[in-house]
């Protein structure tokens, strides 16, 4: 197994052990919720990884996401409201990935060549990007159940601005992010806030501890993901 995905399984443990041991469980909510959102970055902005690679580690750090949101989410008994903008958010996600395909849903078409493709069938007829305009839907649905939104509002907020930021991304282009250099953002974003929230946590040291092991996950996620410059360029075209 690759080296940074061994770190993966021990920045999870840690940031498990240090919630547990510090009694908050907000520190292991905020350091495993928003992975994801750095692998896709990584994922499109460079080449170097296998696509395959890429998908599995999208869907466990996907499925790492969803299973800590549930748990901070359905403990508050969500209101009724909630339940139906959160299950249809994530219905239109599942529905725009299933017409689109596995491989093109994961960047098939900029990271493996796949021939541009203009699907006409809904949900694309009415949105051209319904994967993440589901989720944005799901995550601010979670904010009409007050009891989450008291306790766990930043971590929604997060959620839709890192889905903006996809959106934005795609739109873009590979070419448009190479240039300003968005995984370095994404990743200091991410270390940064880290590091905020174990200054503000005073959780001794099993909360640095646990910070210390996300900073190197990090660290080997971008080597992994950038690889050496010549494999992976991005792809070609304009930046507008």
Same mark, same amino acid.
């Given at each position: 197994?690759?080296?940074?995905?061994?770190?993966?399984?021990?920045?999870?443990?840690?940031?498990?052990?240090?919630?547990?041991?510090?009694?908050?469980?907000? #520190?292991?909510?905020?350091?495993?919720?928003?992975?994801?959102?750095?692998?896709? *970055?990584?994922?499109?902005?460079? $080449?170097?990884?296998?696509?395959?690679?890429?998908?599995?580690?999208?869907?466990?750090?996907?499925?790492?996401?969803?299973?800590?949101?549930?748990?901070? #989410?359905?403990?508050?008994?969500?209101?009724?409201?909630? *339940?139906?903008?959160?299950?249809?958010?994530?219905?239109?996600?599942?529905?725009?990935?299933?017409?689109?395909?596995?491989?093109?849903?994961?960047? !098939? %078409?900029? $990271?493996?060549?796949?021939?541009?493709?203009?699907? &006409?069938?809904?949900?694309?007829?009415?949105?051209?990007?319904?994967?993440?305009? !589901?989720? *944005?839907?799901?995550?601010? !649905?979670?904010?009409?159940?007050?009891?989450?939104?008291?306790?766990?509002?930043?971590?929604?907020?997060? %959620?839709?601005?890192?889905?903006?930021?996809?959106?934005?991304? &795609? $739109?873009?282009?590979?070419?448009?992010?190479?240039?300003?250099?968005?995984?370095?953002?994404?990743?200091?974003?991410?270390?940064?806030?880290?590091?905020?929230?174990?200054?503000?946590?005073?959780?001794? #040291?099993? *909360? #640095?501890?646990?910070?210390?092991?996300?900073?190197?996950?990090?660290?080997?996620?971008?080597?992994?993901?950038?690889?050496?410059?010549?494999?992976?360029?991005?792809?070609?075209?304009?930046?507008?």
């Amino acid at each position: 197994m690759k080296p940074y995905r061994w770190m993966a399984a021990a920045t999870v443990a840690a940031a498990l052990a240090a919630a547990g041991m510090t009694g908050r469980p907000a #520190w292991a909510v905020y350091m495993l919720g928003l992975w994801h959102y750095a692998v896709y *970055v990584l994922a499109f902005t460079h $080449r170097a990884v296998p696509h395959r690679r890429f998908m599995q580690d999208a869907l466990a750090a996907k499925t790492l996401a969803m299973l800590v949101f549930v748990w901070t #989410w359905l403990p508050a008994g969500p209101h009724p409201l909630s *339940v139906i903008t959160v299950a249809a958010g994530f219905a239109l996600n599942a529905w725009g990935a299933t017409v689109l395909g596995t491989k093109r849903t994961h960047y !098939g %078409h900029e $990271r493996l060549g796949l021939p541009f493709s203009r699907i &006409e069938r809904a949900p694309f007829s009415f949105t051209a990007h319904p994967m993440l305009h !589901g989720n *944005v839907i799901a995550f601010a !649905g979670s904010l009409l159940e007050p009891a989450f939104r008291s306790a766990w509002w930043p971590l929604a907020v997060l %959620h839709i601005a890192m889905n903006l930021l996809l959106l934005a991304m &795609e $739109r873009a282009g590979p070419a448009c992010l190479a240039r300003i250099r968005s995984d370095i953002a994404v990743l200091a974003g991410l270390a940064l806030g880290g590091t905020a929230l174990a200054a503000g946590s005073d959780g001794g #040291w099993p *909360v #640095w501890v646990s910070l210390a092991m996300a900073l190197s996950f990090a660290g080997l996620l971008y080597r992994e993901y950038r690889g050496v410059e010549e494999t992976s360029k991005p792809a070609e075209g304009e930046c507008a």
